[in-house]
Protein backbone atom coordinates (compact mmCIF):
# COMPACT_ATOMS: atom_id res chain seq x y z
CA UNK A 1 0.00 0.00 0.00
CA UNK A 2 1.02 3.53 0.14
CA UNK A 3 3.11 4.62 2.52
CA UNK A 4 5.33 7.52 3.76
CA UNK A 5 5.95 7.84 7.18
CA UNK A 6 8.41 9.60 9.62
CA UNK A 7 10.86 7.58 12.26
CA UNK A 8 10.26 10.87 14.71
CA UNK A 9 7.37 12.61 15.37
CA UNK A 10 9.20 15.48 17.47
CA UNK A 11 12.88 17.02 17.30
CA UNK A 12 14.28 19.28 19.30
CA UNK A 13 17.40 21.36 18.76
CA UNK A 14 19.53 24.07 20.06
CA UNK A 15 20.16 27.11 17.76
CA UNK A 16 22.68 27.29 15.64
CA UNK A 17 22.91 23.02 15.43
CA UNK A 18 22.13 21.01 12.21
CA UNK A 19 18.89 18.99 12.21
CA UNK A 20 18.41 15.86 10.62
CA UNK A 21 14.37 14.83 9.55
CA UNK A 22 14.33 11.80 8.20
CA UNK A 23 11.17 10.07 6.53
CA UNK A 24 10.48 6.31 5.35
CA UNK A 25 9.01 5.90 2.11
CA UNK A 26 7.12 2.28 0.95
CA UNK A 27 6.24 2.90 -2.49
CA UNK A 28 9.25 1.92 -5.09
CA UNK A 29 7.35 3.37 -7.78
CA UNK A 30 7.56 6.68 -6.62
CA UNK A 31 10.15 8.63 -8.50
CA UNK A 32 9.88 12.86 -7.08
CA UNK A 33 9.87 13.49 -3.35
CA UNK A 34 8.91 17.03 -1.47
CA UNK A 35 9.83 18.13 2.02
CA UNK A 36 7.01 20.85 2.64
CA UNK A 37 7.36 23.22 6.29
CA UNK A 38 4.46 24.00 7.49
CA UNK A 39 3.85 26.77 10.47
CA UNK A 40 0.49 26.84 12.80
CA UNK A 41 -2.34 27.82 11.28
CA UNK A 42 -0.75 28.39 7.65
CA UNK A 43 -0.36 26.30 4.68
CA UNK A 44 2.52 23.81 3.49
CA UNK A 45 5.34 25.43 2.16
CA UNK A 46 7.91 23.84 -0.13
CA UNK A 47 11.23 23.91 0.72
CA UNK A 48 13.10 21.43 -1.51
CA UNK A 49 12.41 18.45 -4.03
CA UNK A 50 14.21 15.27 -5.25
CA UNK A 51 13.52 13.44 -8.42
CA UNK A 52 14.82 9.77 -7.97
CA UNK A 53 17.39 9.66 -10.35
CA UNK A 54 19.25 11.86 -7.79
CA UNK A 55 20.46 10.88 -4.66
CA UNK A 56 21.30 14.61 -3.10
CA UNK A 57 20.39 17.51 -3.60
CA UNK A 58 21.27 21.26 -1.71
CA UNK A 59 18.87 24.63 -1.44
CA UNK A 60 19.94 27.60 0.90
CA UNK A 61 21.01 25.52 4.49
CA UNK A 62 18.77 22.54 3.57
CA UNK A 63 19.94 19.67 1.99
CA UNK A 64 17.97 16.28 0.35
CA UNK A 65 19.13 12.98 0.68
CA UNK A 66 17.79 10.40 -1.06
CA UNK A 67 18.70 6.70 -0.99
CA UNK A 68 16.92 4.13 -2.55
CA UNK A 69 18.57 1.52 -1.59
CA UNK A 70 16.77 1.45 1.72
CA UNK A 71 13.94 4.35 0.91
CA UNK A 72 14.74 6.69 2.97
CA UNK A 73 14.63 9.97 2.64
CA UNK A 74 15.86 13.01 4.78
CA UNK A 75 16.16 16.55 5.17
CA UNK A 76 18.87 18.36 6.38
CA UNK A 77 18.83 21.99 7.93
CA UNK A 78 22.12 23.30 8.95
CA UNK A 79 22.70 26.32 11.26
CA UNK A 80 19.31 25.19 12.56
CA UNK A 81 17.32 28.80 13.76
CA UNK A 82 14.01 29.48 16.10
CA UNK A 83 11.88 30.01 12.69
CA UNK A 84 13.21 26.74 11.40
CA UNK A 85 10.28 25.58 13.99
CA UNK A 86 7.32 23.73 12.36
CA UNK A 87 6.15 21.05 11.15
CA UNK A 88 8.34 19.19 8.35
CA UNK A 89 6.29 16.98 5.96
CA UNK A 90 8.18 14.47 3.23
CA UNK A 91 5.47 13.78 0.21
CA UNK A 92 5.91 11.39 -2.73
CA UNK A 93 4.68 11.26 -5.87
CA UNK A 94 4.55 9.46 -8.85
CA UNK A 95 2.78 6.25 -7.80
CA UNK A 96 1.07 4.44 -11.04
CA UNK A 97 1.07 7.72 -12.87
CA UNK A 98 -0.96 9.88 -10.33
CA UNK A 99 0.48 13.37 -9.31
CA UNK A 100 -1.30 13.60 -6.27
CA UNK A 101 1.40 13.67 -3.15
CA UNK A 102 1.53 11.25 -0.79
CA UNK A 103 2.41 12.76 2.50
CA UNK A 104 4.21 11.19 5.76
CA UNK A 105 2.82 12.15 9.41
CA UNK A 106 5.09 14.51 9.67
CA UNK A 107 7.68 16.12 12.29
CA UNK A 108 7.36 18.74 14.05
CA UNK A 109 10.84 20.88 15.01
CA UNK A 110 11.25 22.91 18.10
CA UNK A 111 13.95 25.03 17.92
CA UNK A 112 15.27 26.22 21.32
CA UNK A 113 17.32 29.54 21.58
CA UNK B 1 5.94 37.04 -5.48
CA UNK B 2 1.85 36.02 -6.03
CA UNK B 3 0.52 33.08 -4.27
CA UNK B 4 -2.66 30.69 -4.17
CA UNK B 5 -5.31 32.81 -2.76
CA UNK B 6 -8.16 31.12 -0.47
CA UNK B 7 -11.71 31.94 0.52
CA UNK B 8 -12.88 32.34 3.16
CA UNK B 9 -10.14 31.73 5.27
CA UNK B 10 -12.42 30.82 8.25
CA UNK B 11 -16.34 29.02 7.85
CA UNK B 12 -18.53 27.76 10.71
CA UNK B 13 -21.22 25.74 9.64
CA UNK B 14 -24.50 23.36 11.15
CA UNK B 15 -24.71 19.64 10.85
CA UNK B 16 -26.27 19.36 7.04
CA UNK B 17 -25.68 22.58 5.94
CA UNK B 18 -23.58 23.22 2.64
CA UNK B 19 -19.96 25.37 2.16
CA UNK B 20 -18.39 26.58 -0.75
CA UNK B 21 -14.49 26.60 -0.80
CA UNK B 22 -12.86 28.91 -3.90
CA UNK B 23 -9.61 28.70 -4.53
CA UNK B 24 -7.04 30.90 -6.99
CA UNK B 25 -4.13 29.48 -8.07
CA UNK B 26 -1.21 31.03 -8.84
CA UNK B 27 -0.89 33.29 -12.16
CA UNK B 28 -0.02 31.04 -14.92
CA UNK B 29 -0.44 27.78 -13.25
CA UNK B 30 -3.15 25.49 -14.69
CA UNK B 31 -3.39 22.55 -12.50
CA UNK B 32 -5.31 23.02 -9.38
CA UNK B 33 -5.50 20.47 -6.27
CA UNK B 34 -7.45 19.78 -2.81
CA UNK B 35 -6.36 18.50 0.02
CA UNK B 36 -8.24 18.19 3.24
CA UNK B 37 -6.05 18.11 6.98
CA UNK B 38 -7.38 16.93 10.16
CA UNK B 39 -6.16 18.04 13.04
CA UNK B 40 -2.56 16.87 13.59
CA UNK B 41 -3.05 14.88 10.54
CA UNK B 42 -0.98 15.06 7.25
CA UNK B 43 -3.01 16.21 4.22
CA UNK B 44 -4.88 13.66 2.11
CA UNK B 45 -5.85 14.34 -1.48
CA UNK B 46 -9.11 14.87 -2.80
CA UNK B 47 -9.09 15.54 -6.26
CA UNK B 48 -7.35 17.58 -8.95
CA UNK B 49 -8.06 19.55 -12.02
CA UNK B 50 -6.02 20.55 -15.25
CA UNK B 51 -7.27 22.61 -17.81
CA UNK B 52 -10.79 22.50 -16.13
CA UNK B 53 -11.09 18.74 -16.44
CA UNK B 54 -11.00 16.55 -13.60
CA UNK B 55 -7.24 15.22 -13.76
CA UNK B 56 -7.39 13.02 -10.33
CA UNK B 57 -9.60 11.80 -7.55
CA UNK B 58 -8.55 10.44 -4.30
CA UNK B 59 -10.46 10.19 -0.96
CA UNK B 60 -13.61 12.42 -1.70
CA UNK B 61 -16.96 12.05 -0.37
CA UNK B 62 -19.62 11.41 -2.93
CA UNK B 63 -20.85 14.50 -0.60
CA UNK B 64 -18.31 17.26 -2.21
CA UNK B 65 -17.63 18.06 -5.53
CA UNK B 66 -15.79 20.67 -7.42
CA UNK B 67 -15.05 22.00 -10.42
CA UNK B 68 -12.29 24.51 -12.15
CA UNK B 69 -13.46 27.41 -14.17
CA UNK B 70 -12.24 29.25 -17.12
CA UNK B 71 -10.24 31.53 -15.21
CA UNK B 72 -8.74 28.61 -13.64
CA UNK B 73 -10.00 29.05 -10.48
CA UNK B 74 -12.01 26.21 -8.41
CA UNK B 75 -14.74 25.66 -6.05
CA UNK B 76 -14.78 23.13 -3.49
CA UNK B 77 -18.56 22.52 -3.00
CA UNK B 78 -19.71 20.55 0.64
CA UNK B 79 -22.87 19.47 0.73
CA UNK B 80 -24.80 17.37 4.24
CA UNK B 81 -21.77 18.41 6.23
CA UNK B 82 -21.11 16.30 8.99
CA UNK B 83 -19.07 16.71 12.27
CA UNK B 84 -16.20 15.05 10.97
CA UNK B 85 -15.40 17.23 7.89
CA UNK B 86 -13.86 19.84 10.42
CA UNK B 87 -10.51 20.33 9.23
CA UNK B 88 -8.36 22.49 6.98
CA UNK B 89 -8.68 22.31 3.56
CA UNK B 90 -5.72 23.35 1.22
CA UNK B 91 -5.72 24.29 -2.42
CA UNK B 92 -2.76 23.90 -4.03
CA UNK B 93 -1.34 25.10 -7.75
CA UNK B 94 1.20 23.80 -10.00
CA UNK B 95 2.18 25.00 -13.56
CA UNK B 96 3.22 22.17 -16.95
CA UNK B 97 0.48 20.12 -16.44
CA UNK B 98 -0.18 17.25 -13.51
CA UNK B 99 2.25 15.79 -11.73
CA UNK B 100 5.29 18.11 -13.60
CA UNK B 101 5.47 20.81 -11.32
CA UNK B 102 5.51 21.73 -7.84
CA UNK B 103 2.83 22.42 -5.81
CA UNK B 104 2.33 25.31 -4.36
CA UNK B 105 -0.11 25.52 -1.08
CA UNK B 106 -2.32 28.51 -0.09
CA UNK B 107 -2.92 29.18 3.14
CA UNK B 108 -6.03 26.80 3.86
CA UNK B 109 -9.44 26.94 4.75
CA UNK B 110 -10.51 26.38 7.95
CA UNK B 111 -14.21 24.69 8.50
CA UNK B 112 -15.51 24.09 11.81
CA UNK B 113 -19.09 22.43 11.89
CA UNK B 114 -21.10 22.42 14.59
Known amino acids: GESVGLHLPTLSVQEGDNSIINCAYS??????FIWYKQESGKGPQFIID?????DKRQGQRVTVLLNKTVKHLSLQIAATQPGDSAVYFC????????????FGKGTKLTVNP | AAGVIQSPRHLIKEKRETATLKCYPI?????VYWYQQGPGQDPQFLIS???????DKGSIPDRFSAQQFSDYHSELNMSSLELGDSALYFC?????????????FGPGTRLLVL
Open chain 1, 91 to 102: AEMGQGGSEKLV
Open chain 1, 50 to 54: IRSNM
Open chain 2, 92 to 104: ASSSLGPGEGTQY
Open chain 2, 49 to 55: FYEKMQS
Open chain 2, 27 to 31: PRHDT
Open chain 1, 27 to 32: NSASDY
